[in-house]
C-alpha cells in the first residue's frame, strides 16, 4: 500500500518518457561527466573506504588506490558498512538492521505481440506462478523506437537469497514459457530475438513501522565520506527521481563547507 500511495500521492499527469530508455539516460550523464574531465572506472568493486589525514582512500581489486577530497558511497547499505570498517558500531548497526528485497527483470524481445489487447502493464496474482508483473513496454512507446521488435519485461519481488536471482536468463525462459503461452497461446520459445536478465538482492527497502526516525544521515561519522542509497529516500518509493534529488541533497552538503 506504501507503494501504490507513494505513487498517486507524489506523483502527477505529466509523466516524462526519456528518449532511448534508462540506458541513453545513464549512457548522457556519464558523457556529460567525463566531458567534465570526471573519470569512470568501470567494473571495479571496491574493497574498502578510509578516512585518512589527507582524504579518503578508496582501495579496489584492481589495485587502483586513489585518494580523494570527499567520497559519496551510494551502494546499498550493507554493502557499505562492509567496505567502510572505519564507522563507527552504532552506525553500522544501523545500516546491518536495515532490510530490503531482492529484484529480478527478464526483458524479451519478441517477434510479435504478447499482450494483444494493448495492455501495458498486467499484474499476476497467483501463487502458483512464477513471476508478479508482464510490462510490454512497446505497449506504452512504440516498436518503432526499438527497432520494430516488441519489448516486454517480467519480474517479481523475492527474498534476497531467492536461488532464481542466480538463475541465468536461457533457465527463466524455459521455467517462464508455458506460463506466457497461458497468456497468449502463440508465444513460444521461437517468439524470441533476444533475452536479457538483470537482478540484485537489493532492489526495494522495506520501511517498517518507526522508520521515519531511523533514516541514515546522508553525512556519515566519518568527515569527508556521505551515504547515499534508496534507504533515504522515506516516505517516498524507490526511484529515479528520488536519487537525483538525493544527489542534489549530496551536492548541497559538499558546497556548503
Same mark, same amino acid.
Given at each position: 500500500?506504501?507503494? %501504490?500511495?507513494?505513487?498517486?500521492?507524489?506523483?502527477?499527469?505529466? &509523466?516524462?518518457?526519456?528518449?532511448?530508455?534508462? !540506458?541513453?539516460?545513464?549512457?548522457?550523464?556519464?558523457?556529460?561527466?567525463?566531458?567534465?574531465?570526471?573519470?569512470?572506472?568501470?567494473?571495479?568493486?571496491?574493497?574498502?573506504?578510509?578516512?585518512?589525514?589527507?582524504?579518503? !582512500?578508496?582501495?579496489?581489486?584492481?589495485?587502483?588506490?586513489?585518494?580523494?577530497?570527499?567520497?559519496?558511497?551510494?551502494?546499498?547499505?550493507?554493502?557499505?558498512?562492509?567496505?567502510?570498517?572505519?564507522?563507527?558500531?552504532?552506525?553500522? $548497526?544501523? &545500516?546491518?538492521?536495515?532490510?530490503?528485497?531482492?529484484?529480478?527483470?527478464?526483458?524479451?524481445?519478441?517477434?510479435?505481440?504478447?499482450?494483444?489487447?494493448?495492455?501495458?502493464?498486467?499484474?499476476? $496474482?497467483?501463487? *502458483? +506462478?512464477?513471476? &508478479?508483473?508482464?510490462?510490454?513496454?512497446? $505497449?506504452?512507446?512504440?516498436?518503432?523506437?526499438?527497432?520494430?521488435?516488441?519489448?516486454?519485461?517480467?519480474?517479481?519481488?523475492?527474498?534476497?537469497?531467492?536461488?532464481?536471482?542466480?538463475?541465468?536468463?536461457?533457465? &527463466?525462459?524455459?521455467?517462464?514459457?508455458?506460463?506466457? *503461452?497461458?497468456? $497468449?497461446?502463440?508465444?513460444?520459445?521461437?517468439?524470441? *530475438?533476444?533475452?536479457?536478465?538483470?537482478?540484485?538482492?537489493?532492489?526495494?527497502?522495506? %520501511?517498517?513501522?518507526?522508520?521515519?526516525?531511523?533514516?541514515?544521515?546522508?553525512?556519515?561519522?566519518?568527515?569527508?565520506?556521505?551515504?547515499?542509497?534508496?534507504?533515504?529516500?522515506?516516505? +517516498?518509493?524507490?526511484?529515479?527521481?528520488?536519487?537525483?534529488?538525493?544527489?542534489?541533497?549530496?551536492?548541497?552538503?559538499?558546497?556548503?563547507?
Amino acid at each position: 500500500m506504501r507503494w %501504490f500511495w507513494a505513487r498517486v500521492f507524489k506523483r502527477t499527469p505529466s &509523466l516524462r518518457y526519456y528518449n532511448g530508455g534508462f !540506458s541513453s539516460f545513464a549512457h548522457d550523464i556519464a558523457t556529460a561527466f567525463t566531458n567534465a574531465h570526471g573519470f569512470l572506472y568501470l567494473e571495479t568493486p571496491v574493497e574498502c573506504i578510509r578516512q585518512e589525514q589527507m582524504g579518503v !582512500s578508496v582501495i579496489s581489486e584492481q589495485a587502483l588506490d586513489p585518494v580523494f577530497d570527499k567520497v559519496i558511497a551510494t551502494t546499498a547499505p550493507h554493502i557499505f558498512f562492509k567496505q567502510a570498517e572505519q564507522l563507527p558500531e552504532t552506525y553500522k $548497526n544501523m &545500516l546491518s538492521n536495515l532490510t530490503a528485497i531482492g529484484a529480478y527483470t527478464l526483458v524479451l524481445s519478441l517477434k510479435h505481440k504478447l499482450l494483444t489487447d494493448d495492455t501495458y502493464w498486467l499484474n499476476v $496474482n497467483d501463487e *502458483n +506462478w512464477p513471476f &508478479l508483473a508482464v510490462v510490454e513496454h512497446t $505497449n506504452f512507446q512504440d516498436k518503432s523506437h526499438y527497432n520494430n521488435e516488441h519489448v516486454v519485461y517480467i519480474g517479481d519481488y523475492v527474498n534476497p537469497t531467492d536461488p532464481i536471482l542466480s538463475q541465468s536468463p536461457e533457465q &527463466l525462459v524455459e521455467k517462464f514459457t508455458p506460463y506466457l *503461452n497461458k497468456i $497468449n497461446p502463440l508465444f513460444s520459445a521461437e517468439s524470441i *530475438n533476444h533475452s536479457f536478465l538483470f537482478s540484485t538482492p537489493y532492489a526495494q527497502p522495506i %520501511f517498517e513501522v518507526g522508520y521515519g526516525k531511523n533514516i541514515p544521515p546522508i553525512q556519515t561519522p566519518l568527515e569527508n565520506v556521505l551515504f547515499a542509497s534508496m534507504s533515504q529516500v522515506y516516505p +517516498w518509493d524507490r526511484g529515479t527521481n528520488y536519487a537525483i534529488e538525493l544527489g542534489k541533497k549530496c551536492v548541497d552538503i559538499l558546497s556548503s563547507e
